[in-house]
């Protein structure tokens, strides 16, 4: 089981802890480096616990410089003020370095590896932050560009994106030097954003919270076979992206074979459920690492308009903007280069 | 092997022999070269269908007997019974070759389609006395539409053996083999994981149309619905057990993974796949 968000069982305060396994209540906490943040998040969980006896509650503090010894000095002075059965049903634990200490004990590998795609995705911060809206924002100006879709309205590219007025005025901003605006006061790409995109591609990981698979059975399927699987399954909100989506787009592209399968993952609420994984495939696991070797990577696509295409097979095409992204990170540099390229050159407009 | 065991058995009786076990598994999913890598000791014979068991188990074991095959004594009841003995207390006919005690044949057969009683006995009336033919609820499930040989007689599909052994511990007993300390359960489940690993997980997703018709057809009433609804409990347990999973783990490495380097890992996974690809679709169906 992997990364999912519980909808229920609210504190009187309006407080959930972000994540649950089993009767396990997870919050994860990152960067909170102050003890009074530290307080306020451990009497959340308090109350919550007290209202729900039957369950568990767990704070990991993921890149925290609160060390462990501070921890158990402030667990400490908790114990005087907190009931006794909510703190026993309490535990605080710190991520440092892709370990963990203070974790409840006998919870298995299995929560370990749900635990650390818990962390990687830093679930309860904000789903989309302002400076990551930017590319959001440039993400959806490629698409309309390299889709031939002409210029927009603001008003429509707050919509696209799920943002305010002053995020999108800010990101046009900082592009208008690669902006054509007409004069009913549209805009539309002028030409490749090299830079920005560049920029993008830097922190690509991050900003689309990419996550990798790895086969550990010894005997990988065809990544064909995972393709129609997930057909089969009737996943929601995933668009094929990477080199096969780039064949949509580009049927003539100069590659061979599928060296992995990429997906996007529409979640605008921010919350990358990945459970579909386990379904496709269990042997497929979470890789830390990487440039190690994967054959499933997902990415959260967080804007509201996910602008994927169906496909009468099932699923969706990804954007051609998530593709060539992913053909980049692959450093499949020739065929980025040949993909965007030819989508640049299409004379006639595809239909929406 | 199989082409000592059909010369030594009657042509006529060929069609209603079935060979089951580690010796079958390793017959269709092991290269020629590798198959030698299975140890196997017991050899089981299935005689089906069940009307004429008891006439082609005589035919068989007759025909051994007088061609210097000789019967395994060193078993609990190991000396043939009389029309005295309890069925119960029969021996097994368990015949090593003329030339060798490093393996017998062991001949069984199946039970009454439907009944499913644990483990009986049909009692088989030889010149030399009196023995019995063990039927288990699930050996006919193992014998399935079983594959023809070259040889004559045939072989358990891989697929069956392993839903035989997914039904057969469908509860997770912890029962020892007689004389060791394996759990029986983790034996079998163990060549569950190893037949699918050796499959592959094209092979076994494809597994629960012929696992739908076979346990059908051997369960007609209301009963197969039962049986399919929890036919992956047993596993789930060995998966979540680790050391479970290690015994089972070290008997696959002594017979039909040896000499590969399949790790535990790999064997959890599959048992993950199995499930996920086609356990789960059985139990299902209603």
Same mark, same amino acid.
């Given at each position: 089981?992997?990364?999912?968000i ?11 802890p972000a ?16 003890f ?9 969980m ?5 209202q ?8 990991v503090l ?39 200490h ?11 590896s ?43 590219l ?17 592009l ?22 560049a ?16 086969d ?7 990544l ?18 990477g ?40 042997a ?12 499933v ?56 | 092997? !199989? /082409?000592?065991i059909?010369?030594?058995? #009657? /042509?006529?009786?060929? #069609? ?14 092991l ?11 017991d050899? *089981?014979?299935? $005689?089906a ?5 008891i *006439?082609?188990?005589? &035919? ?18 190991g /000396? ?16 090593? %070759?003329?030339?060798s ?9 199946v039970?009454? #389609?439907? /009944?499913?009683a644990g483990k009986r ?7 030399s006395?009196?023995y019995?033919? %063990?039927? !288990? ?13 070259? !040889? ?5 599909? %891989? ?20 004389? &060791? ?6 034996? *079998? ?30 369960? #007609?009433?209301?009963r ?11 596993l ?5 057990? %680790? ?10 490495s ?10 535990? +890992?790999?064997?959890?996974v599959?048992?993950?796949r199995l $499930?996920?690809?086609?356990v789960? +679709?059985?139990?299902?169906w209603?």
């Open positions: 089981m992997l990364p999912r519980a909808h229920e069982e609210k504190a009187e305060t309006g407080y959930r994540a649950r396994w089993k009767n396990l209540w997870v919050e994860i906490k990152t960067q909170l480096h102050g009074r943040n530290f307080r306020s998040i451990l009497f959340e308090a109350y919550w616990l007290a729900n006896p039957k369950n568990r509650g767990l704070l993921a890149e925290s410089r609160i060390t462990e010894n501070r921890l158990n000095e402030e667990m400490q002075r908790a114990a005087r003020v907190f009931h006794p059965d909510a703190l026993s049903r309490l535990s605080v634990a710190i991520s440092k370095e892709g370990r963990y203070g974790l409840p004990k006998n919870l298995g590998n299995e929560f370990t749900w635990l650390d795609a818990l962390v990687r995705k830093g679930s309860g911060s904000p789903p989309a932050k302002t400076r990551d809206s930017f590319y959001l924002i440039l993400e959806i100006l490629m698409h309309q560009w390299l889709l031939h879709k002409g210029p927009m309205t603001t008003d429509w707050m919509k696209a994106v799920g943002c305010s007025y002053p995020t999108v005025a800010g990101a046009l901003g900082r208008a030097h690669v902006l054509h605006r007409s004069s009913d006061r549209k805009v539309e790409l002028r030409n490749f954003p090299k830079e920005e995109w920029r993008l591609l830097a922190a690509s990981d991050r900003i689309r919270s990419t996550v990798r698979f790895a550990v059975s010894g005997k990988p399927r065809p064909e076979n995972h393709l129609r699987r997930l057909e089969k399954l009737k996943i929601p909100n995933l668009g094929i992206g080199v096969v989506g780039a064949r949509h787009y580009h049927p003539n592209l100069d590659l061979i074979g599928t060296p992995v399968l990429n997906f996007s993952l529409h979640c605008p609420d921010g919350v990358m459920d990945l459970e579909f994984i386990a379904k496709l495939d269990p497929l696991k979470l890789v830390r690492d990487p440039l190690a070797p994967a054959q990577i997902v990415h959260a696509v967080r804007r509201a308009n996910a602008f994927f295409q169906p496909r009468k097979e099932g699923l969706a095409w990804a954007d051609p903007a998530e593709c060539l992204l992913d053909l980049q990170e692959a450093k499949l540099e020739t065929q980025a280069g040949e993909f965007l390229e030819a989508l640049q050159k299409r004379v006639e407009k595809p239909s929406p | 092997m !199989f /082409k000592k059909a010369a030594a058995i #009657p /042509k006529s009786v060929h #069609p209603n022999i079935v060979v089951i076990g580690s010796l079958a598994a390793g017959y269709q999913l290269q020629p070269g590798d198959t030698e890598s299975v140890r196997t000791k050899v *089981d014979c299935v $005689l269908p069940r009307i004429s068991a *006439d082609s188990g005589r &035919t068989v074991a007759e025909k051994l007997l007088a061609a210097g095959w000789r019967p395994r004594t060193e078993d609990e009841h /000396k043939p019974g009389n029309a005295k003995t309890p069925e119960n207390d029969l021996p097994a006919v368990r015949l090593y %070759p003329p030339d005690k490093d393996w017998f044949i062991e001949l069984m057969t039970p009454e #389609p439907g /009944k499913e006995w049909t009692r088989l009336e030889l010149s006395g009196h019995g033919l %063990p039927s !288990f609820d699930f050996t006919g499930i193992a014998a399935f539409n079983a594959n023809p040989t070259e !040889f004559g007689i045939a072989c358990a599909r %891989p697929e069956m053996m392993a839903l035989s052994h997914l039904l057969e511990h469908r509860e997770f007993k912890r029962v020892m083999i007689h004389g &060791t300390n394996i759990k029986r359960c983790n034996k *079998d489940l163990g060549r569950v994981l190893a037949i699918a690993w050796l499959s592959g997980p094209e092979v076994f997703e494809n597994w629960v149309v012929p696992w739908g018709k076979a346990i059908r057809k051997c369960f #007609p009433s209301a197969w619905a039962a049986l399919a609804h929890n036919a992956g409990a047993g789930r347990e060995l998966l979540a057990h %680790p050391d479970d999973l290690q015994q089972a783990a070290e008997t696959c002594n017979g039909l993974l040896a000499r590969r380097s399949v790790t535990v +890992e790999n064997l959890k599959t048992g993950e $499930l996920a690809f086609a789960e +679709e059985l139990e299902s209603r």
